[in-house]
T-cell receptor, first 112, second 113 residues
């Protein structure tokens, strides 16, 4: 199963873009990259996912490198409500069904 | 509104007692999951179910049991055999397939005293 590596914490000024990196150097060809976030004491919330193309939705953009070994989640204009733990996840292989394998994520602090 | 509901939000139990956490979804999802989260840690998979009347152990199933008698319900029982049951428990559901997002409930915080 592919593992992910994320920095434990990051800061970002309100209104600026937040760029959250993730390394997944052992990802296999059919594994998707997912991003979730968890605001304190709540359930995780889906943000975005992709296979190899860059993706954008109303919440964020996902940039995946051509070799698929790393990706970056971009929150274009961070607000204080974006303060949360962000999880980069590579979908686990068949032995865990369709379960998501969460690590410790990156704790993003957006400051005024 | 469609969604996934966990109840109760907070639960207190005495050591040695079994306790059952509820998880219900009306999203018509086939797959359901239970995760455990300890302070400052990521989520760890306890059990998962891909279809009614079938479930599989996750990474930390010891001391827990589940049932999946109905598509919309996946209750988790924390038994007295679980050594450190105090934690935040999260239930999730998804359609089948690798290209599907999971929806999470708001969690149940269990405290065993």
């Amino acid at each position: 199963d592919a593992k992910t590596t994320q920095p434990p914490s990051m800061d970002c000024a309100e209104g600026r873009a937040a760029n959250l990196p993730c390394n997944h150097s052992t990802i296999s060809g059919n594994e998707y990259v997912y991003w979730y976030r968890q605001i304190h004491s709540q359930g995780p919330q889906y943000i975005i996912h992709g296979l190899k193309n860059n993706e954008t939705n109303e919440m964020a953009s996902l940039i995946i490198t051509e070799d698929r070994k790393s990706s970056t989640l971009i929150l274009p204009h961070a607000t204080l409500r974006d303060t949360a733990v962000y999880y980069c996840i590579v979908r686990v292989a068949a032995n865990s069904g369709y379960a998501l394998n969460f690590g410790k994520g990156t704790s993003l602090l957006v400051t005024p | 509104d469609g969604g996934i509901t966990q109840s109760p939000k907070y639960l207190f139990r005495k050591e040695g007692q079994n306790v059952t956490l509820s998880c219900e979804q009306n999203l018509n999802h086939d797959a359901m999951y239970w995760y455990r989260q300890d302070p400052g840690q990521g989520l760890r998979l306890i059990y998962y179910s891909q279809i009614v009347n079938d479930f599989q152990k996750g990474d930390i199933a010891e001391g827990y049991s589940v049932s999946r008698e109905k598509k919309e319900s996946f209750p988790l029982t924390v038994t007295s055999a679980q050594k450190n049951p105090t934690a935040f428990y999260l239930c999730a559901s998804s359609r089948k397939g690798w290209d599907t997002e999971a929806f999470f409930g708001q969690g149940t915080r269990l405290t065993v005293v």
